[in-house]
């Protein structure tokens, strides 16, 4: 297992390297020269070469790659070109939101699609798993901006249930704490429910046709322990690894539900950022991001050890 984590720790040096050197070339890559972008329209030539040498434009660029990664290493992502703060202090100040926002998110989806997806391979060919079928192909089809406009539409602006936009830290309470939060959830687990039911009905359908679960029927079991405790336990290890998959869904779809719901988190940082051509807030958001799915699927893969003892490394 030590060797394992060991040699997987290390499998992610090369990847992150090569996403460093993707985020670092976003500056370069973007149309335009990215110090005349920065300076502005109204900008005269003596401030554009001003910009260039600010930004280290004058030096090559590996001289400029190795210089920033030697910071990223430091912990230091940079500083912000529009509010002249570091890129580290405005990434602390929208973790929060973000953090809570995918939190919950993951946890009504798992809540709502591991059971609908159990009960849809339990009866397949049934109304349930029909029903679940359509459930799951709306959730793909259906943009998640949609979903949040028509959430807020209803609940906020047609019923006046919760609240339109905004969050409220959990410090101030939780009851409104959690209804600043559970309509853009609800938005954003749309896509997931239907892709983490669709991956536990087809799981869940091998898992039934084994010969262990005839003989757990057979010793008089109930239906609801042989799916849920002998059955869904098998199939926990794809199940577990499309949750993982699944976070790169949440990291995209949280940009356009902060916008959409006005939360100031990381994907709102991101959309201002963006707009504002802040490209060292672009650069270490993107790098963050990077590093934590890698560090997702690391748990990921750590976990079917515990899930299916026939996993070994």
Not at 8 to 24: E, Q, S
Not at 166 to 171: E, S, V
Not at 234 to 255: R, S
Request: charged fraction near 10%; charge should be positive.
């Amino acid at each position: 297992m030590l060797t394992f984590v060991l040699r997987r720790l290390l499998t992610t040096i090369p990847v992150m390297i090569f996403v460093a050197l993707f985020v670092f070339s976003l500056l370069y890559l973007a149309p335009g020269d990215p110090a005349a972008l920065i300076a502005g329209d109204q900008a005269t030539p003596e401030q554009i070469e001003a910009m260039r040498r600010s930004l280290g434009l004058d030096q090559p660029f590996l001289v400029r790659f190795w210089n920033w990664s030697w910071q990223v290493v430091q912990g230091d992502l940079g500083t912000s070109i529009f509010s002249n703060l570091p890129v580290t202090t405005l990434i602390a100040q929208r973790l929060e939101p973000t953090l809570s926002l995918m939190l919950l998110t993951v946890a009504l989806s798992v809540l709502i699609a591991v059971p609908m997806g159990v009960l849809a391979g339990a009866r397949q060919g049934g109304w349930i798993d029909r029903a679940v079928m359509a459930m799951a192909v709306m959730g793909f089809s259906v943009p998640v901006f949609v979903i949040g406009y028509l959430l807020a539409y209803v609940f906020s602006v047609r019923l006046n249930l919760l609240p339109v936009q905004g969050y409220t830290p959990l410090a101030e309470g939780f009851r409104p704490f959690l209804a600043n939060l559970i309509l853009p959830a609800v938005a954003l687990s749309g896509v997931y429910i239907a892709l983490i039911a669709r991956i536990t009905r087809t799981a869940m359908i091998d898992v039934l046709s084994q010969d262990y679960i005839r003989t757990a029927r057979a010793k008089g079991l109930g239906t609801m322990q042989v799916l849920f405790l002998h059955a869904l336990k098998n199939a926990a290890v794809p199940i577990v690894t499309v949750i993982g998959v699944g976070i790169a869904l949440l990291i995209g779809g949280a940009v356009v539900t902060e916008t959409v719901f006005a939360i100031p988190g990381i994907g709102r940082l991101v959309v201002d950022a963006i707009l504002r051509r802040d490209y060292p807030v672009i650069q270490g958001v993107i790098l963050m991001f990077s590093l934590t799915y890698v560090l997702i699927n690391l748990l990921i893969d750590l976990s079917y050890t515990i899930l299916d003892p026939r996993v070994r490394y």
